[in-house]
């Protein structure tokens, strides 16, 4: 059974860094993109960034440019996310997902198929 576990959210605070882990189960990343979303109390659940299976190409979300980046490590079967100059509006429960592979992707939530459990990340002093 397709399986992705999120790890790695914790309490931090303004202006620190913070490192969250994909890993996947039951598919290769080269078959599937990967892409992180999150959702705060009381919101809709945005996306975030994501990378493609074919050649890596990575979208992300204007809120997070320059300070977010996503990579992945095939042999491990995980993906990661590195989240800097973090702010408490950055405060909520992080999602990886999992949609058919291709060439590029996107932050569409219904095009990803498989999810993970989500790991709660807070910003705050």
């Known amino acids: 059974q397709v399986q992705l576990v999120e790890s790695g959210g914790e309490l931090v605070q303004p202006g620190g860094s913070l490192r969250l882990s994909c890993a996947v189960s039951?598919?290769?990343?080269?078959?599937?993109?990967i892409g992180w979303f999150r959702q705060a109390p009381g919101k809709e659940r945005e996306g975030v960034i994501c990378i493609s299976s074919s050649d890596g190409t990575v979208y992300k979300a204007d809120s997070v440019k320059g300070r977010f980046t996503i990579s992945r490590n095939n042999a491990k079967n995980t993906v990661y996310l590195r989240m800097n100059v973090l702010n408490p509006e950055d405060t909520a429960v992080y999602y990886c997902?999992?949609?058919?592979?291709?060439w590029g992707c996107g932050l569409i939530r219904h095009s990803y198929d498989y999810w993970g459990q989500g790991t709660q990340v807070t910003v705050s002093s």
């Open positions: 997902a999992a949609e058919e592979g291709g």
């Open positions: 039951e598919f290769t990343l080269d078959h599937y993109n």
